[in-house]
């Protein structure tokens, strides 16, 4: 890996696990925003799911009281179905594709979220709704890791609580990253070359042990 690489690796790492310490997700969003621009998406993906897991798995234990697996369970189903279709999708993906969408689900999302208040609050869907979001980010997460923006605005959406909707991420977004581990490593994606990148993921614990 040349310099720009590491350097970039290490940058994207510290900041996303900072932030998602402090939220309990959005590392995918975070190191993607960083990542993108320097390293392909075969290498990308795997690394955001790989620090997203590692921070999920650290923050449950400030969490795992307040998790409901029950309102959960449609994103996780409909994730579940989202994720391979993703994972396939990565080994086709071209480079200026998957970052010109990965700078527009950043600029749809912040801006969405930036006026989120003004907007409506839906009613309707129900948990038929919750799992089609479920798989819209099954599906990202399959090919980037970026398994929060769908569910995190739609929850937003429904006006729930700040703890419910964080009960709703942790679950789905661990779930999620398991999975799309599981899948990556099935198909392939995941090489031992790719060792070597992951390292710097372990030192985000310590913005992690934030959240």
Known sequence: MTTTVIVAIALGTCLAGFVQGLSGFAFGMVAMSV??????????????????????????????????WRRAMPFVVGGAAGVPVGAWLLHYINVSVFRGSVGIVLIAYCATMLFARRLPTLRRGGRLADGAVGVVGGVMGGLGGLTGPAPTLWCTLRGWGKDEQRSVFQV????????????????????????????????????????
Do not use: K
């Open 35 to 68: 990542w993108a621009w320097t390293i392909e998406p075969q290498l990308a993906g795997p690394l955001v799911v790989w620090g997203s897991w590692i921070g999920q798995v650290l923050a449950l234990r400030a969490v795992r009281g307040g998790l409901q």
């Open 172 to 211: 789905f977004n661990l779930c999620m990253h398991s999975l799309t581990l599981t899948v990556y490593w099935l198909n392939g994606t995941l090489t031992p070359a790719m060792a070597p990148s992951a390292i710097p993921s372990f030192f985000s614990r310590d913005f992690n042990a934030v959240g």
